[in-house]
């Protein structure tokens, strides 16, 4: 089984220009999170969806920070304009509602640098 | 969710037990005790989780004292591929109210 895919691995941009990171959860589970994580802190949730409708963006910078899942399957993040701040990896991860919570399965995250 | 704390780097030797404490002394009846540990490069990667019974997985063992108030990770014998930061987690299994909340964790390296 495919575990939660994220891309781009690594992505390095200027100040004040857009990005975007993309997540592909496992196949099934209609819960799905982002989280952003400094260096040398535990990750911190910026916005849960339950399929295609986020519950829960309380922590997102909304400024600048916007989210999407469309069709509740794949899920993209956008900064628009990146901050020197927002330097920091952004992990995905999703889980599925059943009786025995097994946990959340994680992606590898995009480590975004902005110069 | 109740906040934990853990101490922030351990050393084990290889083939080891690594024991690793938590302390969650504001827990909540209805708060479950999560392990997730992160490798270098890598997302948080789900350990064990117990209520009050001690639980033991292929990866770990999870021992909750009888106050709730803390409780240990083991690692049986340790491997190098088990140095990694590990996050001790409290949390209600909440349908309405899934998230994870970390904390800086335990820096755990296993020595040769």
């Known amino acids: 089984e495919a575990g939660v895919v994220q891309s781009p691995r690594y992505k390095i941009i200027e100040k004040k220009q857009p990005v975007a990171f993309w997540c592909n959860p496992i196949?099934?589970?209609?819960?799905l999170y982002w989280y952003r994580q400094n260096l040398g802190q535990g990750p911190e949730l910026l916005i849960r969806?339950?399929?295609?409708?986020?519950?829960?963006d309380s922590q997102l910078p909304k400024d600048r920070f916007s989210a999407e899942r469309l069709k509740g399957v794949d899920s993209t993040l956008k900064i628009q304009p990146a901050e020197l701040g927002d330097s920091a990896v952004y992990l995905c991860?999703?889980?599925?509602?059943?009786?025995?919570?097994?946990?959340?399965?994680f992606g590898s995250g995009t480590r975004l640098t902005v110069v | 969710d109740a906040k934990t704390t853990q101490p922030p780097s351990m050393d084990c030797a290889e083939g080891r037990a690594a024991n690793l404490p938590c302390n969650h002394s504001t827990i909540s009846g209805n708060e479950y005790v999560y392990w997730y540990r992160q490798i270098h490069s890598q997302g948080p990667q789900y350990i064990i989780h117990g209520l009050k019974n001690n639980e033991t997985n292929e990866m770990a063992s999870l021992i909750i004292t009888e106050d709730r108030k803390s409780s240990t990770l083991i690692l049986p014998h340790a491997t190098l591929r088990d140095t990694a930061v590990y996050y001790c987690i409290v949390r209600v299994i909440n349908f309405g109210n899934e998230k994870l909340t970390f904390g800086t964790g335990t820096r755990l390296t296993i020595i040769p």
């Open positions: 991860a999703s889980s599925t509602r059943t009786g025995a919570d097994y946990g959340y399965t």
């Open positions: 196949s099934g589970h209609n819960t």
């Open positions: 969806y339950e399929n295609e409708e986020a519950v829960d």
